[in-house]
Every structure is written in structure tokens, then in C-alpha cells.
């Protein structure tokens, strides 16, 4: 069985650049969800995509987007990147979220390693 | 709004003794608590899942209690040993419409001595 992995392992950008973040999402799960992490704290939901659309997303604003791919594998894009982004973004695996309910019962998140983006 | 709260917020310890780390809950309305290790810059391993319809899980020397009703957990570590160092966070995930999202503590780091 495959687990969660992420690229790259760590970035850093300036401010006003782009990112994308990717997560492939352990074997046989067909749900993604996207967590930030700042130092100290714990991880903060940001949206999370079942079937290649977006199932619920947190308080983050618009420049926070996301895409999922047919092998459920998700991308996690940041437009206009400020101080505040820097953070450990983690992608989590589960299995069978539906339009309204999310993840079925009992089934739990996997998460991946994380991606260490720092913002100058 | 959940708020997840986490007690002590780090704690240290000699090797081989039983400790309990705690999670609080401000909304009893949920659909189960998963416990996660984090080693620094790392990402999250489950510990253990408690569905709202149970009250305790175990894993090898991992136990894990849930009270809803008081909106309380408890991570019971037995016999700790220094490869238990790591900072340890409860999550749970609420129950209704919502239910897609985890709502996290900010961690009890715990330091194991030899």
C-alpha cells in the first residue's frame, strides 16, 4: 500500500509569487484534504476535494485553490503569497467522502510528510 | 465554533513512566477524535481513531479514552521510553453538515528522558 506523499519537500518564495503544492493521495482513497500548520500551532483546515471538486473549505481566502485529478491525486495553488504563508502545508488521504457528509464513518484521515514553504 | 484545546502544553518525563495527556472539546457534537504524533517538521501519524459511539481505543502501550458528553479525551502512554519524543495532537471531527474537516488542538510536546 502507497502512502501519502507530497512535492517538494520544502520551497521558498517572495512575496507576490505563485505556488503549487502537490499530494498524491494513498492507494485506493479518493479524497484530499489540504491543512496549513503555522510554527507552534495546530493545523488549520483549508478545503478539502472529493471527485475533483471542492467538498468544504475553511476561512481562507480565494488565492487559497485547489485542483483534484482523476487519479486523485490534488494540487494546492497560492496566489499573491504573503509573510503569513510561510507554514507546513499538509495534504491529508481518506476514503469515500460524499457531496454533503464527508468521509464516511470511522474512516480516518492519512496524512502525508508536508511541505516546508517559507515566504521572504 | 469548535475550539480544541490541549493540556499541558509540553511536558518531560524520566523513561519508563506512565503519563496522560489531554483534549478538551467545546462542542459535544462530534462524529469521532483521532489522536496524531508529529516529529518536528514532520507530518501527522494516527495514534488512534475513537468513533463518538465509543469510549476507549488501545494500541500497544497507547490508550486512548473519550468522554462526549464532558467533551474530554485522554492519551494514556504506558512505560515511556525517549523514542516516544514528539509532540502529540488530538483532532476531532464534528458531527452534522460539516463533518469533512478536522479541528485540531495545538499539541502537547512531550520530551522523554533516559
Known amino acids: 500500500e502507497t502512502g501519502v506523499t507530497q512535492s517538494p519537500t520544502h520551497l521558498i518564495k517572495t512575496r507576490g509569487q505563485q505556488v503549487t503544492l502537490r499530494c498524491s493521495s494513498q492507494?485506493?482513497?479518493?479524497?484530499v484534504s489540504w491543512y496549513q500548520q503555522a510554527l507552534g500551532q495546530g493545523p488549520q483546515f483549508i478545503f478539502q476535494?472529493?471527485?475533483?471538486?471542492?467538498?468544504g473549505r475553511g476561512n481562507f481566502p480565494p488565492r487559497f485553490s485547489g485542483l483534484q485529478f482523476p487519479n486523485y491525486s490534488s494540487e494546492l495553488n497560492v496566489n499573491a503569497l504573503e509573510l503569513d504563508d510561510s507554514a507546513l502545508y499538509l495534504c491529508a488521504s481518506s476514503l469515500g467522502a460524499t457531496r454533503r457528509g464527508g468521509p464516511k464513518q470511522g474512516n480516518e484521515q492519512f496524512f502525508g510528510p508536508g511541505t516546508r514553504l517559507t515566504v521572504l | 465554533k469548535q475550539e480544541v484545546t490541549q493540556i499541558p502544553a509540553a511536558l518531560s518525563v524520566p523513561e519508563g513512566e506512565n503519563l496522560v495527556l489531554n483534549c478538551s472539546f467545546t462542542d459535544s457534537a462530534i462524529y469521532n477524535l483521532q489522536w496524531f504524533r508529529q516529529d518536528p517538521g514532520k507530518g501527522l501519524t494516527s495514534l488512534l481513531l475513537i468513533q463518538s459511539s465509543q469510549r476507549e481505543q488501545t494500541s500497544g502501550r497507547l490508550n486512548a479514552s473519550l468522554d462526549k458528553s464532558s467533551g474530554r479525551s485522554t492519551l494514556y502512554i504506558a512505560a515511556s521510553q525517549p523514542g516516544d519524543s514528539a509532540t502529540y495532537l488530538c483532532?476531532?471531527?464534528?458531527?452534522?453538515?460539516?463533518?469533512?474537516?478536522?479541528?485540531f488542538g495545538k499539541g502537547t510536546l512531550l520530551t522523554v528522558n533516559p
Open positions: 476535494y472529493y471527485r475533483e471538486e471542492e467538498n
Open positions: 483532532a476531532v471531527r464534528p458531527g452534522g453538515g460539516s463533518n469533512y474537516k478536522l479541528t
Open positions: 492507494s485506493g482513497h479518493n479524497t
